[in-house]
């Protein structure tokens, strides 16, 4: 593994119609996760098929509408997810434009279908938790967290502060997880800055990668703290994949201890 190769961990999808796919082992040095954006006009319906994966599904703009014959038929808003297992087919409909971050990853015979409302009211606990303090602090929602039934799958949300770090101090969980941040609500001209770097006590010759809204980077290995610009607030929808099933535990990784206090 060569710093260079780090540049292409940062895929910027748009908001062009249709699928694109941004992350997959055959891209980038990941074993195990994939993830989509799926971008649907007004009225269009798109159907997902999961095959032999696992499925985390979030709108993350616009409103619109999930089916899944004899587990849900929900009206979608912003937030909202929908889990499926394998062999799976959920009609997306948009009410309005609207854009979907589709993870997924193989499929082990844990998790059913089901779906998950995003409330910002959420209490503070195993779904809703608030990390750091001062430039640190940043709000946490775990919409698949690892009390919820699944293969390999953990997601949720990040937000925070106006040019506060989002991530810090560094850590790295390589052994047991791969990790995306999935960038959202971050328009032109705000901007963040997504870092990566290998080995312990090497921040200074990290890879810097510009993101907003659209962007996702990956993080097969390797330490990942991020910041967001003056007048920005980093926003993002992470991706936790366990290379094995007893691997998915959340909030397991090892800190740089050069920036820990």
Aim: glycine content about 8%; hydrophobic content about 35%; some cysteine.
């Amino acid at each position: 593994m060569k710093r260079e190769d780090m540049y292409k961990w940062n895929v910027a999808t748009t908001k062009e119609y249709g699928v694109q796919e941004a992350i997959s082992p055959q891209k980038q040095e990941c074993e195990y996760t994939h993830i989509n954006r799926i971008n649907l006009k007004a009225g269009d319906s798109y159907t997902v098929s999961s095959g032999e994966y696992e499925m985390c599904i979030a709108l993350i703009s616009g409103a619109g509408h999930a089916k899944m014959d004899g587990w849900f038929d929900e009206d979608m808003k912003k937030l909202d997810c929908v889990y499926l297992s394998a062999d799976a087919d959920c009609v997306l409909t948009a009410k309005e434009d609207c854009s979907f971050y589709a993870a997924f990853a193989k499929y082990e015979g844990i998790g059913q279908p089901h779906f998950i409302r995003f409330d910002p009211n959420t209490p503070l606990g195993e779904s809703h938790e608030i990390h750091g303090e001062g430039v640190f602090k940043r709000e946490v929602f775990l919409m698949i967290n690892d009390k919820t039934p699944a293969s390999r799958l953990m997601c949720g949300y990040t937000f925070g502060g106006e040019a506060c770090w989002t991530s810090w101090p560094p850590h790295e969980h390589a052994k047991t997880l791969e990790e995306t941040y999935c960038y959202f609500d971050m328009p032109a001209p705000k901007l963040g800055f997504q870092f990566t770097y290998l080995e312990e006590n090497g921040f200074c010759d990290a890879v810097v990668h510009p993101v907003r809204e659209g962007h996702m980077v990956v993080f097969p290995m390797g330490y990942h703290p991020t910041v967001a610009s003056p007048g920005t607030c980093n926003n993002y929808m992470w991706v936790l994949v366990a290379k094995r099933p007893e691997d998915r535990v959340f909030g397991v990784y090892n800190q740089d201890k050069s920036y820990v206090k």
